[in-house]
């Protein structure tokens, strides 16, 4: 037990960190040209038993031919990784999430769509904010540290992209990572 909370003692001082280094617009990032298909394959490659364990389906569904990004994909990663991470937390079991990478205009969007309960129209606008949770009966027992979202927000904006969320109660949410293309 005391492994397990010095674990999560250690994941929430990580968190904290990246999020001042955001905040002071010094978070590194080590860019380099990947394939949006790349980070798509790698999340759902990291994530299928853990979603099949759970009764939930996960599909991939890749645009061929988009144009490469120019991101830090450890830090693209880790946001997909949260986002899927919190799909698994709250999608009821026979439900599915699809990871899509998709060439938008001049941006290319990367999104995690599921089909858990959605959230509440007046709740999404504070989504992103470090402790907010939309379900007050939520506690921490979940291994969350309440900063998931924060830190994705960051690490998009970060790379120049944007964070645009659709959810609707009782059909879902969808998160997009919309991205410039590297010309």
């Known amino acids: 037990m005391l492994h397990r909370e010095a674990l999560h003692l250690q994941r929430l001082i990580e968190d904290l960190r990246t999020l001042s280094l955001a905040d002071a617009h010094e978070l590194p990032l080590n860019r380099q040209s990947t394939a949006p298909s790349d980070l798509i394959t790698h999340t759902a490659d990291a994530f299928a038993e853990q979603a099949s364990n759970h009764g939930i389906e996960l599909h991939t569904h890749i645009t061929p031919n988009l144009p490469t990004l120019h991101v830090d994909a450890e830090r693209i990663t880790q946001a997909l990784n949260n986002l899927v991470a919190n799909a698994l937390r709250y999608t009821p079991e026979n439900g599915s999430i699809t990871l899509y990478a998709e060439n938008v205009g001049d941006r290319v969007v990367l999104r995690v769509k ?53 959810s609707t109660p009782g059909s879902g949410t969808t998160f997009s990572l919309e991205f410039p293309a590297l010309t």
Not at 122 to 136: G, V
Not at 149 to 154: C, E, M, N, P, T
Request: hydrophobic share 35%; net charge negative; aromatic share 8%.
């Open 114 to 166: 599921d089909t858990g309960p959605g959230i509440d129209p007046d709740h999404l606008s504070h989504i992103f904010e470090r402790f907010y949770r939309a379900d007050a009966s939520r506690t921490g027992d979940t291994g969350a540290s309440g900063f998931g979202l924060a830190i994705v927000k960051s690490i998009v904006e970060a790379h120049g992209g944007h964070i645009p969320v659709q």
